[in-house]
């Protein structure tokens, strides 16, 4: 059973910094895509960032870049977010999710994006409130 549990949300003022944690198991970590997400009330769902867990390679949302690193320690199967220069338009319920190389009709050099469609795998979320 693929479980996926998030941690490290919190409230911050603007310009402050947080780094959320995602710890997996239940499926093959190694060689997948994993992301972050995030959910504003009133709005929908959106990719903030995405890696895989061999290799590296990463993917950030526009809204993001030069602010949200991702990172993993596959040793211990975590995935971890570190957000600074954080701005009110960045709360939101932030969400990990996981997927093998074939998911969802992927294919192997399929690009690691944080694209919600191609995600299976959930957590249950952790909030993030940025006060001005």
């Known amino acids: 059973q693929v479980q996926l549990v998030e941690s490290g949300g919190g409230s911050v003022q603007a310009g402050g910094s947080l780094r959320l944690s995602c710890a997996a198991s239940?499926?093959?970590?190694?060689?997948?895509?994993m992301g972050w997400f995030r959910q504003a009330p009133g709005k929908q769902r959106e990719g903030v960032a995405a890696?895989?867990?061999?290799?590296?390679?990463?993917n950030y949302a526009n809204s993001v870049k030069g602010r949200f690193t991702i990172s993993k320690d596959n040793a211990k199967n975590i995935l971890s977010l570190q957000m600074n220069s954080l701005n009110a338009e960045d709360t939101a319920m932030y969400y990990c999710?996981?997927?093998?190389?074939?998911?969802?009709?992927?294919?192997?050099?399929?690009?690691?994006?944080?694209?919600?469609?191609?995600?299976?795998?959930w957590g249950q979320g952790t909030q993030v409130t940025v006060s001005s």
């Open positions: 999710a996981a997927r093998t190389r074939y998911d969802r009709g992927l294919s192997w050099n399929s690009p690691c994006d944080p694209k919600e469609k191609e995600f299976p795998y």
């Open positions: 239940g499926y093959t970590y190694s060689s997948s895509c």
């Open positions: 890696i895989y867990t061999s290799g590296g390679s990463t």
